[in-house]
């Protein structure tokens, strides 16, 4: 049989693997990226995800040397102010608000929103561009060998690949990660999440708003105007049964339920799009590589999609690993740069996975008590404008 050599090896064809297969492609090496399940580039097909994602600043690098971000950034919404409301009084209604400004840190905005199908339709056209890039939707991995000079991939459709380093890109239940036999910690909520879009008559004003009562936050995020109205994506967390019943009503009915759980902040929401359902949990790799192969995105870290880190999280994993690549591309896939890959990366993504943990069972907390001690938490953090700012600064991960 013959097999094919390439110093990459990319399994995962999601926004993640697809950004690692454009930047490392653009910088050069040479790169074959596999995924099982053609990517959906349009809202209106069949299993399009309609989530959206936020590129907070420093992702923005990374996106432009891949040669991506020139694509995005015409359908891109900026995201200025990062609003949070209490609404965990007897009545569902504010009761605090607070407004994180990037301008009170930065000339620039702290991100900026798109939609995933529209990204995965703008990285699969970038791909197109680079000719020592082989995307190859349809086809997923099946086998992994591992020795110390290489690895041996073989795929679902039986071609072999010998690659001087993989990188697992393939999600939460990674099939390179389980060859390699890495353990992951994994936490569940009994959470799951809705995704829509919807348009609402009072401007978003590229504010983000997170609206904490109990079961998790109902967020409202910016997106481009559509048809002179302005539009939102919203993330709906809610415990698994309360889920089930949102998703099975009448439209009528759930605009209802979700207009009183958007507070009306943006006057009533009108569903734009199907609804979405995603499981939510905290997931962390004890370790973020093994012998010729690199974790990153959600084969290495699942976050609940608090704080828009969850992207960003992969995105410095890429970053890193970019990094250490062009520093020594002679030394790509060895054991001394997948140990420093690790080194640099696992302490942050444990910290961030504790801490997104502690907020997303703060947002579910159901007893008065408990949200009027949260309703205080928020308050006293937001006072202290060192500590507003220290905040910011942490979630966009610059110090």
């Known amino acids: ?13 999601g926004v993640a693997g697809l950004s690692a297969a454009a930047a490392f492609g653009a910088a050069g090496f040479s790169v074959i990226c596999v995924d099982p399940t053609p990517p959906v580039t349009s809202d209106t097909d069949d299993g399009a995800d309609l989530r959206t994602t936020a590129f907070l600043q420093p992702s923005v690098a990374v996106l432009q040397a891949a040669g991506l971000w020139a694509r995005l950034e015409p359908y891109a919404a900026a995201l200025q102010v990062m609003r949070i409301i209490d609404a965990g009084g007897e009545v569902a209604e504010p009761r605090l608000t607070k407004d994180f400004n990037a301008a009170d840190i930065s000339d620039l905005p702290f991100g900026w929103n798109l939609p995933n199908w529209l990204l995965r339709r703008e990285m699969v056209a970038r791909l197109a561009e680079l000719p020592n890039v082989d995307f190859r939707p349809g086809t997923g991995t099946a086998r992994l060998l591992t020795r110390t000079g290489e690895a041996l ?9 010998r690659a001087r380093m993989v990188i697992a890109a393939d999600g939460r239940n990674s099939v390179v990660r389980q060859a390699l036999g890495i353990p992951v910690k994994t936490l569940r909520y009994g959470q799951k999440a809705l995704a829509f879009a919807v348009s609402h008559p009072v401007p978003h004003q590229n504010v983000s708003t997170e609206i904490h009562r109990s079961g998790g936050p109902f967020t409202l995020v910016p997106l481009p105007d559509r048809d002179g109205l302005p539009r939102s994506a919203v993330v709906w967390m809610e415990t698994g049964p309360e889920v089930a019943r949102l ?3 009448p439209v009528a009915a759930f605009e209802a339920e979700m207009n009183a759980r958007s507070c009306q902040i943006l006057g009533p929401l009108t569903l734009a799009s199907r609804l979405t359902v995603w ?73 961030r ?13 159901g007893a008065q008590g408990l ?29």
């Open 371 to 399: 949200r009027d001690l949260r309703a205080t938490a928020l308050n006293a953090l937001y006072s202290a404008a060192p500590v507003r700012r220290t905040l910011m600064k942490a979630g966009l991960g610059v110090r």
């Open 153 to 161: 991939v073989t795929l679902t459709g039986g071609a072999q690949i």
């Open 353 to 365: 996975v504790t801490g997104i943990d502690a907020l997303n069972r703060a947002s579910m907390m």
């Open 1 to 13: 049989m013959t097999r094919t050599s390439t110093d990459i090896l990319i399994s995962g064809g």
């Open 247 to 249: 998703q099975a009503l």
């Open 279 to 351: 499981p939510i949990i905290s997931q962390i790799a004890e370790r973020m590589a093994g012998e010729r192969c690199a974790l990153m995105a959600e084969a290495a870290h699942v976050v609940p999609p608090i704080g828009a880190q969850g992207l960003n999280m992969s995105l410095a994993d890429l970053t890193v690993l970019l990094d250490l690549a062009k520093a020594a591309p002679e030394d790509i896939g060895s054991a001394k740069m997948l140990d420093a890959y690790h080194r640099k990366r696992h302490w942050d993504v444990q910290a």
